[in-house]
């Protein structure tokens, strides 16, 4: 079993910076990839920003050269920097880990979500 915890967030100006974290404990050996997402109200949840078993990097076009995926492996944390924020950022965000388990079957677990509101 795989648990994710986030943290950071929170709200501020338009043109201001967040940093996001996400950190997982459990059986964490191989992985299969992870990423951000967000769930704005009355939308679908969307990819923020994925990344692939072979390290490929995909951002939603809305959101490049202001987001950065990063992760400290050695703590089994991934980060979301998330700069010049816009009112249209505003939204539930969650992390997600895939993880082969014991039985090498993939896994996906989800953060419980951080509430990010940008204001103008």
């Known amino acids: 079993q795989v648990r994710l915890v986030q943290s950071g967030g929170g709200s501020v100006q338009a043109g201001e910076s967040l940093k996001l974290s996400c950190v997982a404990s459990?059986?964490?050996?191989?992985?299969?990839?992870m990423g951000w997402y967000r769930q704005a109200p009355g939308k679908e949840r969307e990819a923020v920003v994925t990344?692939?078993?072979?390290?490929?990097?995909e951002y939603t076009d809305s959101v490049k050269d202001r987001f950065s995926i990063s992760q400290d492996n050695a703590k089994n944390t991934l980060f979301l920097q998330m700069d010049g924020l816009k009112t249209e950022d505003t939204a539930m965000y969650y992390c997600?880990?895939?993880?082969?388990?014991?039985?090498?079957?993939?896994?996906?677990?989800w953060g419980q979500g951080t509430q990010v509101t940008v204001t103008s």
């Open positions: 997600a880990w895939c993880v082969y388990g014991r039985d090498y079957t993939p896994n996906t677990y």
């Open positions: 459990g059986y964490i050996v191989h992985s299969c990839g």
């Open positions: 990344v692939s078993t072979s390290g490929t990097t």
